[in-house]
């Protein structure tokens, strides 16, 4: 995915362990997102950033924090891994809102276990 | 990746035949709507969107449409091909969260040979 890319692709991680997501972009948009994406949930919102050290949540925030200390960078933290956080997570980048469309990486599959 | 599919309304079609894709959408005040496609393993791609103040509007080889009367969206593939398989999503802009997009569960698009 041009301009948008995430790391680890794919994360196994133990129940109570810390875990850090990374998106980078080289765009320059303003506002970047992370979804986690799980059968028969679609891709729900778990915070999003619109500026540097400017984040907000999003419907399924609780267990995650972020951070975003310079454009093109956005991280996603589990501060303690629970199974129920076994997922795909997306990271999205847009230029602006509301009428503008989002990129999204490729994604992290994260299993914990 | 293949869990993406799960659940999801399934279109099962032949190639070279035409597809449509149905959603509806939740909030009447949301302006700016968009299909985004998604294959095994990967992130979701913008296909086409279209603002609320046009009813249709069109690229290569897909069609979107917009009822706003009835909060509905369709998304027309002409002549589909095998590499149209895919979860197809909608979005709107959610005027109530800082214009954050608002995603649907997604339909599977199978396209038989």
């Known amino acids: 995915d041009a301009g948008i890319t995430q790391s680890p692709r794919h994360k196994v991680t133990e129940t109570g362990t810390p875990v850090t997501l990374r998106c980078h972009q080289t765009?320059?948009?303003?506002?970047m997102y992370w979804y986690r994406q799980d059968p028969g949930h679609g891709l729900r919102l778990i915070h999003y950033s619109y500026g540097v050290k400017d984040t907000d949540k999003g419907e399924v925030s609780d267990g995650y924090s972020v951070s975003r200390s310079k454009t093109e960078d956005f991280l996603l933290t589990l501060e303690s891994a629970t199974s129920s956080q076994t997922s795909v997570y997306f990271c999205?980048?847009?230029?602006?809102?509301?009428?503008?469309?989002?990129?999204f990486g490729s994604g992290t599959r994260l299993t914990v276990v | 990746g293949e869990s993406v599919g799960l659940h999801l309304p399934t279109l099962s079609v032949q190639e070279g035949d035409n597809s449509i894709i149905n959603c509806a959408y939740s909030?009447?005040?949301?302006?700016?709507f968009i299909w985004y496609k998604q294959e095994s393993g990967k992130g979701p791609q913008f296909i086409i969107d279209?603002?609320?103040?046009?009813d249709k509007r069109q690229g290569q080889r897909v069609t979107v449409l917009l009822n706003k009367t009835v909060k509905h969206l369709s998304l027309q593939i002409a002549a589909t091909q095998p590499g149209d398989s895919a979860v197809y999503f909608c979005a709107e802009n959610n005027r109530g969260s800082q214009g954050n997009l608002i995603f649907g569960k997604g339909t599977k698009l199978s396209v038989k040979p």
């Open positions: 279209i603002r609320s103040n046009m």
């Open positions: 765009e320059n948009h303003r506002y």
């Open positions: 999205a980048i847009s230029a602006g809102t509301p009428n503008y469309g989002y990129t």
């Open positions: 909030n009447s005040a949301s302006d700016y």
